[in-house]
């Protein structure tokens, strides 16, 4: 009976194929969306992208019609917008990741202190997430646009001096202190895109405090007995311990600026316009806005894939 029961549990799952079974267990509703939604989406993209979509009115339906690489000609070498809108979300890219990685870890250092509110300042600087909805966002549209009537006739400078932001006294300050041009012009652009900064460090907050919130106390205890300053200990065990939590918020804020930028809202106003072929067939723009989508997905996982490696090799694991 004891020999049938141990041959029983050699015929089992040993304990790392449990985890792997479990692993797999707990990813497999996004397995099954990515592989019904994702890359179902994806082929039909691609199909599209080689052929004309002609819309039959009567049946209401579609047929294709053969493009071959023409979509992938004319955006890439007749069109010179896409080029240039996409040329633009890259710099836009490279100038704003910093910002938001750097702006939602000095507030996630903030919002780790214990102070009288935490919770409520918290939930603020989440409201952009929220906010960030399509129903709410639309209503905000709705109502900014109800507004802009009034704003749009009143002088830019009398704005800006009711508003008390004035960039030229900034610069002219900074040059003072002798910074090079370039530094005060990227200063006074990221105080200009503060507003869009904090909209979009939402997520990013909230899993550099949790990072924050993982670091055991006490490695700052031993570096304050050992004489480290704070300095030394943010640099020292702060930056180390949260490193790979860097590498995932500058993932998702790459993904999702370039989500936000103006090639991909170039893409989906294509989808709405009509072409006419030569033989004078009306055919809508699918097909050339599915390869305006595919041009701009391959270069934005080009990106992803350099900074993750760049960024992976100064990454510390602690065990």
Known sequence: MQAKTMGQRRKGLSL?????????????????????????NLGQSLIFSFNHIIIDPDVGGFSLRWAGLSHYQHIL??????????????????????????????????????FLGRGLVRAIFFLPVIMATSAIEGSLEL???????????????????ETGFDATSIAFMLSEFGMPSQVIDYIIEAIAMLHDVIRA????ILI????????????YEVAQIEGATGYEAFWKITIPMVSPLILTNVIYTIVDTFVRSEV??????????????????SVMA??????????????????????????????????
Not at 146 to 160: A, F, K, L, Q, Y
Not at 201 to 204: I, T, W
Not at 288 to 317: D, E, N, P, R
């Open 16 to 40: 790392r194929g449990r985890e792997v079974f479990s692993g797999f267990l707990f990813i497999s509703p996004w397995i099954i969306g990515i592989l019904l939604f994702f890359f179902l």
């Open 201 to 204: 460090s939402g997520v990013q």
């Open 208 to 219: 550099f405090l949790a990072a924050l919130q993982a670091i055991p106390p006490s490695m």
């Open 77 to 114: 070498f007749v069109d010179g917008s896409f080029n240039r809108e996409l040329a633009e979300s890259i710099f836009d890219m490279v100038i704003n990741v910093p910002l938001i990685i750097f702006f939602s870890l000095f507030m996630a250092i903030l919002l780790n202190r214990a």
């Open 143 to 161: 109502i900014m646009g109800m507004m802009m009537g009034g704003v749009t006739s009143v002088p830019p400078e009398i704005m800006r001096a």
């Open 264 to 281: 991909i809202e170039s893409t989906r106003a294509m989808m709405f316009t009509t072409t006419t072929l030569y033989d004078g067939t």
């Open 286 to 319: 699918f097909g050339q806005s599915s390869a305006m989508a595919l041009v701009s997905s391959i270069v934005a996982c080009i990106v992803l894939l350099f900074v993750g490696w760049l960024i992976s090799k100064y990454v510390f694991y602690y065990n």
